[in-house]
């Protein structure tokens, strides 16, 4: 028995211990481990078995919080350890009628949207600020959201520094996704600034191919400018991946070429995560927004993200960068005349003899009186955006005729076809006169006293009439 004459008693513990004293009918509670050990102490203090200097070092509280334990531990008993909203509903409670009301919603309007996406529209729409915690909460009770597993961690990424300038880098990247449910998958092209995480421009497209990725950046540098250096992946429109020739430049190296942009190629989808984790954001918020606004086509999706979207999207997820200064260059004049030329395919097609060229079964007939043409020479053609095919050589453009099919060589029009009457008769005349047969020459009788073998046909002839002469002869 204790000093107070208490006796505390252990009725049961898994995760934490009841403890009851039978002498004043404490009432129950659960207390844990740490508390457990604490009314052990105190046990032990009160009972005289250690002194107090070696219950200090061993609780590690001071002397003045101590005598306040101590003091609690003898009005209130075990009871006091315990925190005073044990076992009682808390005081930031969400009220059950406000729960319903937004069960009710989010199973009407957000049911298949992400929880921090359900908190900012119920703050937005209803005028209901719950965090996102309890958001989440809601809808693992209701069975729309499932919580994630932890992974297992990975090894760690070095950190790239951001750039100082707005300008100085701009990350690049296709994602191909149903951005509209039922309009199959579209690819949203997508910039992102390394310095701010802003995103400058975006546009969805049929493709990542050069029919969409030119048109962005065409309107990109004459809008924005151009920027010093793009961060970009390896897909086949930006780099040649061919072993045999891995420094021959794309279509869109030679473009950033011409434009003074430096392309570097990410190693691993975590270098460019900027654009990479862009994406995934687009993909949750962007697919819901675009759904509240009933958008169905790619035009009312371009046109709802140039004027909507991104505006609210850098105003809640950019940062400010290092420096002031934007990086980004206006284009010269003489790049500006140029601009259809350097936005276009470029192709090398050899002239022919007859003043001709061959361009996907096309050809093209150029025009031989022109002075800086010649035959066996290289041509370049350019095929433009807008389907115009144009013949270059020398940065001089060459007119040319578009042909049906190639010239005839030789005559200007065919030969008539022969009678037959007439081939039968010159093939008549082509052919050798008959040979008259004569009669075999009678064999010299000085001949038979030569032999040629016994395979010789005089000889067998001899031998025949021998054996067939005694057969014939009468008995």
């Known amino acids: 028995m204790s000093q107070s004459g208490r006796i505390v008693t252990k009725i049961r513990y898994s995760e934490g211990v009841f403890l009851h004293q039978p002498s004043i009918m404490w009432p129950y509670h659960l207390i844990s481990q740490k508390e457990l050990r604490r009314n052990q102490w105190i046990e032990r203090y009160t009972s005289w078995d250690i002194p107090y200097k070696e219950l200090l070092e061993a609780i590690g509280v001071c002397a003045r919080q101590w005598r306040r334990i101590v003091a609690n531990y003898k009005r ?3 009871g006091s350890f315990a925190h005073g909203l044990r076992g009682k509903s808390s005081n930031h409670r969400t009220p059950a009628n406000l729960h319903d009301q937004v069960k009710f919603i989010i199973t009407e309007t957000y049911s298949e949207y992400y929880p921090t996406f359900v908190q900012e529209k119920l703050s937005e729409n209803h005028n209901i600020t719950l965090s996102y915690e309890t958001i989440r909460k809601i809808m693992t009770e209701m069975g729309l959201w499932k919580p ?58 049929k493709s990542e191919g050069i029919e969409c990725v030119f048109p962005f950046w065409r309107k990109y540098v004459t809008t924005i400018g151009v920027p010093e250096s793009i961060y ?7 780099k040649n991946n061919h072993p045999e020739a891995p420094d021959i430049p794309t279509q869109f190296g030679r473009v950033c070429e011409s434009l003074g942009i430096e392309l570097i190629f990410a190693g691993s989808p975590q270098a460019k995560g900027r654009v990479e984790r862009g994406n995934g954001t687009l993909q949750k918020r962007l697919v819901a927004e675009m759904k509240l606004a009933w958008i169905k086509t790619i035009e009312e999706a371009n046109t709802f993200l140039k004027e909507a979207y ?20 206006a284009l010269r004049e003489d790049e500006k005349e140029k601009l259809d030329t350097i936005f276009s395919i470029h192709s090398t ?3 022919m003899n007859d003043y001709t ?21 290289k041509v370049r053609v350019e095929e433009r955006m807008n389907g115009e095919i144009v013949i270059t050589q020398r940065e001089r453009s060459i007119p040319y005729t578009k042909l049906a099919k190639r010239p005839e060589k030789g005559y200007s029009k065919p030969l008539p076809p022969k009678k037959e009457v007439e081939v039968i ?38 031998k025949r009439e021998k054996l067939v002469a005694p057969q014939l002869a009468s008995p």
């Open 76 to 78: 209130d008993g075990p």
């Open 148 to 205: 994630k597993i932890r992974k297992k961690e990975s090894p760690p990424f070095k950190l790239r520094e951001r750039k100082d300038c707005y300008g100085s880098m701009q990350q690049f990247d296709g994602s191909y996704h149903e951005w509209v449910v039922g309009c199959g998958k579209w690819c949203l092209l997508l910039d992102v600034d390394d310095a701010t995480s802003q995103i400058p421009a975006a546009e969805f497209g």
């Open 232 to 238: 970009i992946d390896r897909y086949s429109t930006y």
């Open 310 to 329: 991104i505006p609210k999207h850098n105003a809640k997820f950019a940062v400010l960068p290092k420096s002031t200064a934007n990086m980004h260059r």
């Open 349 to 351: 097609r050899k002239i």
């Open 357 to 377: 060229i061959s361009f996907k079964t096309q050809i093209y007939q150029l025009h031989a009186g022109w002075p800086s043409i010649f035959r066996k020479e």
């Open 425 to 462: 008769e010159k093939i008549e005349q082509l052919q050798p006169p008959a040979k008259i047969l004569s009669e075999p020459r009678k064999r010299s009788p000085w001949m038979d006293r030569f032999t040629y073998g016994k395979n010789d046909p005089r000889n067998l002839k001899k």
